[in-house]
């Protein structure tokens, strides 16, 4: 009987052994390459490096948008314990100023992940970095960041959670921005940590190019200042504002009010984010006058002493009343300009057959396209003469049944007195690789002349009586001479013009005989004041003389430009300081952590990442001017110089190659 049984527990362990034995073999033999190959596919993963998007200058250099490394933590619920918990919920309360009981009820529960703070600066957290807890990683990133806040918004736009550039030159040199990702081969453990990386199977990503734009940092400032001053006054929907070189169609500044935060852009609403310059159309009232006038001098069919009679105000045609706001009697050709009659233009725009007047529209750039360079941009509406009324032609002549975009009018306001030229809006200027190599060199494009030189100085001349003694005497400068257009038009609400609702605008330029600067305002439904005149013209005033005081040299200098003036200086910001300290006792070196950091002197950023060393002078006050990318190789103010908020630091970087990546 025991041997029986002796027997039987022997013959269980020999088949227990041989089932072991064929297992293994199974396992070895039969899917051993297979099994390697799932096992190795689990732990060896190709995770995606994120290329860092081109930087963005202002036409002078000065940096607009660039990159900030950062990290993103997380807390795995099912490794981590009560003590790890309760330390974090401290440690993130304390740095995110939220209450340590926010952090706690996200870590109810035990089978999750959840993500405790996205997209904080890398400088901000070193010492979390280094900490070694159960369930508690990060992810290393990189966060597109835009200096100056809301400055030209609408222009840069800016960069979604997908790292795709949206709306503004963002979205419309993406492809140029958005540079190479690279790749790391990395092997991972059973809990996911990082034990090496494939060197051999590494690529390393390529940094996108960057952008010099035609933008006026400046320039861009004071219109969005007073643009904003314009609102609070006068009151409106929004205001907005171009300025242009018009001598070669460059964009200096463009701006829309209330503007938007592209580092927040999620507060925002479609509207608040939308360019309306480019992308909304409106009827432009009485400065299309000037576009009729220029067509019908152009065409010898009028000549600025010609005479025509204003009816006092009030003027009966087919069936339709057309009136203005002064009661005038006769005026010349000029006048009609000067003191915005629509019944002096509608009875002078007869002179001109409907092809050719429509001829000239369209030479101007009406109802197409100006192909500036953003998304999103609209031709506006303007109908073939065939399908004009009897009244078409005299309504168009003032503004009326015709819709267009904002840049469209100041483009063709530039070849109106610019001696006819009609150019293409530029908005960028050239674009370079990351070390500074030029790759794409923009150059003035003509797209047709409009009218002819001598043509263009009379309307100078013209619009130069709209703002001495005209309508437009509110836009008057102290300093210099300017010539323009006042407009206002009644808005189209619901499907009827509304005798509330206006768009209140004025075009103007300086100087008169060599034109530097073009401007175009525009305010939406002022609530103080309704006419272009009244709202607009002030607003242009004050852009002006800013700009003038601005580059006092550039405009001043020539004497014939000049109004005589006793209240403008120049003031010499350029300071040289030098300090005879012991720089290697003075700790200046700075490692990255900004907390640490000198503030009373200049700190050595030889050797630190471009986004710390912004962070850095940033916090410090100091101006900066950014060439390159990458890593700081020559700072030209010297580590240990005093301070002064007047500083310039001019920051070299390049681009450096890596032997070994780290990723967390």
């Known amino acids: 009987?025991?041997?029986?049984?002796?027997?039987?527990?022997?013959?269980?362990?020999?088949?227990?052994?041989?089932?072991?034995?064929?297992k293994l073999a199974n396992i070895q033999l039969i899917r051993g390459e297979d099994l390697k190959y799932l096992a190795e596919r689990q732990q060896m993963k190709v995770e995606k490096v994120q290329?860092?998007?081109?930087?963005?200058?202002?036409?002078?250099?000065?940096?607009?948008?660039?990159?900030k490394n950062d990290a993103t933590f997380y807390l795995d619920l099912s490794q981590s314990d009560r003590k790890t918990k309760t330390f974090l919920a401290n440690r993130f309360s304390k740095l995110l100023n939220k209450d340590v009981d926010f952090f706690l009820s996200k870590m109810n529960g035990k089978n999750k992940t959840i993500t405790l703070a996205q997209h904080l600066p890398e400088s901000d957290v070193k010492d979390l970095l280094e900490l070694d807890l159960p369930g508690f990683y990060y992810i290393k990133g990189i966060s597109r960041k835009y200096y100056y806040n809301n400055l030209a918004a609408h222009v840069l736009g800016y960069v979604n959670n997908d790292y795709k550039g949206i709306n503004g030159v963002a979205n419309y040199f993406n492809k140029e921005l958005a540079g190479t990702n690279g790749q790391n081969f990395v092997e991972r453990d059973a809990i996911g940590k990082i034990i090496t990386i494939k060197e051999d199977k590494t690529n390393s990503a390529i940094p996108g190019n960057n952008l010099i734009l035609t933008i006026d940092k400046n320039y861009q400032e004071i219109l969005e200042d007073e643009l904003a001053k314009g609102i609070a006054k006068y009151g409106g929907n929004y205001s907005l504002g171009v300025i242009m070189d018009p001598s070669n169609g460059q964009i200096l500044a463009m701006a829309n009010t209330p503007g938007y935060d592209p580092n927040n852009y999620w507060k925002f609403s479609d509207d608040?984010?939308?360019?309306?310059?480019?992308?909304?159309?409106?009827?432009?009232?009485?400065?299309?006058?000037?576009?009729?006038?220029?067509?019908?001098?152009?065409?010898?069919?009028?000549?600025?002493?010609?005479?025509?009679?204003?009816?006092?105000?009030?003027?009966?045609?087919?069936?339709?009343?057309?009136?203005?706001?002064?009661?005038?009697?006769?005026?010349?050709?000029?006048?009609?300009?000067?003191?915005?009659?629509?019944?002096?233009?509608?009875?002078?725009?007869?002179?001109?057959?409907d092809e050719t007047y429509y001829k000239y529209l369209r030479g101007f750039g009406f109802g197409n396209y100006t192909s500036i360079q953003l998304p999103g941009e609209v031709n506006g509406k303007l109908?073939?003469?065939?399908?004009?009324?009897?009244?078409?032609?005299?309504?168009?002549?003032?503004?009326?049944?015709?819709?267009?975009?904002?840049?469209?009018?100041?483009?063709?306001?530039?070849?109106?007195?610019?001696?006819?030229?009609?150019?293409?809006?530029?908005?960028?200027?050239?674009?370079?690789?990351?070390?500074?190599?030029?790759?794409?060199?923009?150059?003035?494009?003509?797209?047709?002349?409009?009218?002819?030189?001598?043509?263009?100085?009379?309307?100078?001349?013209?619009?130069?009586?709209?703002?001495?003694?005209?309508?437009?005497?509110?836009?008057?400068?102290?300093?210099?001479?300017?010539?323009g257009k006042t407009g206002t038009s009644q808005r189209i609400i619901n499907g009827k013009y509304s005798s509330n609702d206006y768009n209140s605008s004025f075009v103007g330029f300086f100087p008169i005989n060599n034109p530097q600067i073009i401007c175009l305002i525009l305010v939406n439904s002022p609530k103080v004041g309704k006419y272009?005149?009244?709202?607009?013209?002030?607003?242009?005033k004050n852009v002006s003389e800013r700009i003038i005081k601005n580059d006092y040299h550039k405009f001043l200098d020539n004497k014939e430009n000049l109004i005589p003036v006793n209240d403008i200086r120049t003031v010499n910001l350029k300071t040289e300081i030098k300090s005879k300290d012991n720089l290697k006792q003075m700790n200046l070196d700075f490692t990255g952590d900004i907390s640490k950091a000198r503030t009373d002197v200049m700190p050595n950023l030889i050797n630190a990442k471009l986004s710390d060393a912004i962070s850095l002078l940033s916090k410090l006050g100091i101006k900066y001017k950014v060439i390159g990318n990458g890593i700081i190789i020559k700072q030209s103010i010297g580590a240990g110089t005093k301070l002064d908020k007047n500083l310039l630091c001019i920051l070299n970087a390049e681009q450096t190659s890596l032997k070994g990546v780290t990723i967390y």
């Not at 608040?272 to 010898?300: C, H, M, V, W």
């Not at 004009?388 to 070849?415: C, D, N, R």
């Not at 150059?443 to 003694?469: A, H, Q, Y």
């Not at 272009?532 to 242009?540: E, L």
């Open 272 to 353: 608040e984010r939308k360019n309306k310059i480019i992308t909304d159309t409106y009827e432009p009232g009485s400065t299309f006058k000037s576009i009729t006038i220029a067509a019908l001098l152009d065409q010898n069919l009028v000549r600025e002493t010609d005479k025509v009679f204003a009816e006092n105000g009030k003027f009966k045609f087919k069936n339709t009343y057309v009136t203005d706001t002064h009661k005038l009697g006769w005026i010349t050709a000029s006048e009609v300009i000067k003191y915005s009659s629509n019944i002096g233009i509608a009875k002078l725009v007869q002179k001109i057959d």
């Open 532 to 540: 272009g005149g009244q709202v607009a013209a002030p607003i242009f």
């Open 1 to 22: 009987m025991n041997n029986s049984r002796a027997f039987l527990v022997l013959i269980g362990v020999l088949v227990f052994f041989i089932t072991i034995i064929i």
């Open 51 to 67: 290329a860092e998007r081109g930087l963005i200058y202002d036409r002078n250099n000065v940096l607009l948008a660039y990159n």
């Open 383 to 483: 109908k073939q003469p065939d399908t004009w009324s009897k009244i078409s032609k005299e309504f168009i002549s003032f503004g009326y049944e015709i819709s267009l975009t904002p840049i469209q009018l100041i483009t063709a306001y530039s070849a109106l007195v610019n001696g006819g030229h009609l150019y293409k809006p530029q908005l960028v200027k050239y674009i370079t690789d990351a070390s500074g190599n030029v790759l794409f060199n923009s150059s003035t494009e003509l797209v047709r002349t409009v009218i002819s030189k001598k043509t263009s100085e009379k309307i100078r001349n013209i619009l130069s009586t709209v703002i001495d003694g005209g309508t437009g005497e509110f836009a008057k400068t102290q300093f210099i001479n300017a010539g």
